[in-house]
């Protein structure tokens, strides 16, 4: 992936009217909304891009919830906020403020459009976790678009993160 490209898929943050900071990234592919809706809620698909999540699957459901990329995977707390399937899902990490995700899909011009929503409070530091999502929604990209799988977060940080947020890699 060039740093054009990546540009062009990076998170933008805005300014809510209380001071709110919110991340919001756009993809789309060519691939039906249920196709698509498959990639983010079907454990084998979810394993492959992010991690996996052991719980109830409907609304007011909580689980267990693990990236299973991150470095020392973790399970957390999650509750299943709101779930319209195929086009919309909103999770939350029990427990945590601003930890709140809406993902929302939609048909635009014969493609299917993911929208990933995250607000966060007015002093938070939004560059890793921009950079963060960038790199599982890449992930997620090549499981659904057939792109190819972004390399390890250490190379991607250095090739992607630097450059489009200002990520320093760490030495």
């Known amino acids: 992936m060039t740093v054009q490209d990546a540009m062009a898929r990076r998170g933008v943050v805005t300014t809510e009217a209380d001071g709110r ?3 919001e990234f756009h993809r789309s592919w060519p691939d039906p909304v249920e196709d698509v809706w498959s990639a983010l809620t079907e454990p084998d698909r979810m ?10 699957r409907a609304p007011g459901g909580t689980g267990t919830f693990t990236m299973t ?4 995977p973790v399970g957390e707390a999650m509750a299943v906020v709101e779930c319209d399937p195929p086009r919309r899902l909103v999770v939350s990490w029990v427990g945590q403020d601003d930890w709140t995700v809406e993902l929302d899909l939609w048909s635009e011009d014969r493609r299917t459009v993911l929208r ?5 409070a007015a002093d938070a ?4 976790f921009a950079a963060g999502w960038h790199w599982y929604l890449d992930k997620f990209d090549a499981e659904v678009g057939g792109r190819p799988v972004p390399r390890d977060w250490d190379a991607f940080a250095a090739d992607v993160a630097a450059p489009v947020y200002g990520r320093t890699p760490e030495a």
């Open 47 to 56: 394993a492959r891009w992010i991690g996996t999540y052991d719980g109830e």
């Open 21 to 23: 900071q919110r991340l």
């Open 125 to 128: 530091d939004v560059t890793d």
């Open 116 to 120: 990933f929503r995250q607000v966060f």
């Open 69 to 72: 990329h991150e470095q020392e």
